[in-house]
């Protein structure tokens, strides 16, 4: 089992950035990739960033040169830092642990952006 924490949501002005935290606990060692995903209301969720365990990175590319995932291996911690932000970013924005055995998420964290 693992579990995945998030925080680092908030308010902010378009143009603005913020940067989300993800800590993961439990099993982590088994952790194949971690990664952001968003869901805007009314709409599905949506991929933003991942990262894998050996390093390669994936953007969707409505956040290309905005966003920049990272990770600290040592605080099994994931961290998008999110820049020039628009209106259109406003969802909620979820963590995400895959394994072999299954995937995890976490309670999610609100980003609001405003015009």
């Known amino acids: 089992q693992v579990q995945v924490v998030e925080s680092g949501g908030g308010l902010v002005q378009a143009g603005g950035s913020l940067r989300l935290s993800c800590a993961a606990s439990?099993?982590?060692?088994?952790?194949?990739?971690m990664g952001w995903y968003h869901q805007a209301p009314g709409k599905q969720r949506e991929l933003v960033a991942t990262i894998t365990r050996t390093g390669s990175i994936n953007y969707a590319d409505s956040v290309k040169g905005r966003f920049t995932i990272s990770r600290d291996n040592a605080k099994n911690t994931v961290y998008l830092l999110m820049n020039r932000l628009k209106p259109e970013d406003t969802a909620v924005y979820s963590c995400?642990?895959?394994?072999?055995?299954?995937?995890?998420w976490g309670e999610g964290t609100q980003v609001t952006v405003s015009s």
């Open positions: 439990g099993s982590t060692s088994g952790i194949l990739a």
């Open positions: 995400n642990a895959r394994t072999a055995f299954g995937e995890y």
